[in-house]
């Protein structure tokens, strides 16, 4: 669904992103972890279209994304929840839900979908007409999440969902993931919480400065002894 070739992503003369090449199957959880700056969210803006490469190609289902716009990028079934969610803190939660599907024309089945992702976060219909600024930290990630799947994504990016929650919180967002993806939505997943993140994962890629030193499947990473040392505590 997704293959990333000899990437290359620089800030002026700093190079964030050193030659990464990695792909995504329909139907995966993938993660990338690594410390932080490592270069994670640097391969998220540039997958979305708010970064544009130095060099490399990145195609999403055959289709080059170099040179499509980010809104065109989402119109092709790739959209992103942001790092601290930033949603629209002055706008209902409804209102901030429809704004996920701003790039779609077919309004009845716009509606339909409001119930739809009502059914992964419940809380947010009981909220519906409540402004996001005033929900708190988990409720705002819940609903970032959501206004991603408004656009009914093909593939889901998240920039550490968990962030800032507390730990029966992640437990929640983690196992919505997990049903979102097995409702049909490939997921490239970015998270501190490797341990977390490499559970549900079918595959991982870990990040040191710009390149890929570890790739495998969450399972074997998980009981790797170099990556319990250095990402997992242990």
Known sequence: MLEIKDLYVSYGMIEAIKGISFKI??????SLIGANGAGKTTIMHTVSGL?????????????????????????????????????????????????????????????????????????????????????????????????????????LLLDEPSMGLAPLLIKEIFHIIEEINRSGTTILLVEQNAKMALKISNRAYVLENGRIVYSGSGHELMNSDEIKKAYLGG
């Open 25 to 30: 199957q329909e139907g995966e959880i993938v």
């Open 51 to 155: 970064l544009k490469p130095k060099r490399g190609q990145i195609h999403f289902n055959d289709i080059s994304l170099l040179k499509i716009s980010a809104d065109k990028i989402v119109q092709h079934g790739l959209s992103q929840v942001p790092e601290r969610r930033r949603v629209f803190a002055k706008m209902s939660v409804e209102d901030n839900l429809l704004l996920g599907a701003y790039t779609r024309k077919d309004v009845a089945k716009i509606k339909e979908d409001l119930n739809w992702v009502y059914g992964y976060f419940p809380r947010l219909k009981d909220r519906s007409k409540q402004l996001a600024g005033t929900l708190s930290g988990g409720e705002q990630q819940m609903l970032a999440m959501a206004r991603a799947l408004m656009s009914r994504p093909k593939l």
